[in-house]
């Protein structure tokens, strides 16, 4: 953190891979919804136990999910920021499992995906 006007995000040590801050931005408007610019972005975490790790950080936050998602190659979820920027947080499973077709083309889908199941994971991994 620096301050109530930037955060910076990291992994395996280093200073940081995200900076977000506040200095241009502060106070105004968040960006029309149908309109120009960012859509959404997408971090991948290692595992499915980090993913639930950072469901259950959400969940004792109370911070919002706009969705959540199983689409066979990966499980997603979803949220928005502050400036309603879309967030995506996900793990891809290993390549031998994902799912094909008859003729063995991926398979990908978007299905409901089991939060309680997720949290699980925790519990698996402890």
Known sequence: MYGKEAAFISAGGYHHHI???TWYSEGASPAPINSA?????AILYPSRNDLAIIFERLLKADYPLTGASDHGVSEALYLNDPDRNGIELYWDRPKELWPQKPDGSLDMYTRHLDLNDLLSEIIKSS
């Open 19 to 21: 900076g977000l801050n």
């Open 37 to 41: 610019g960012l859509f959404h972005i």
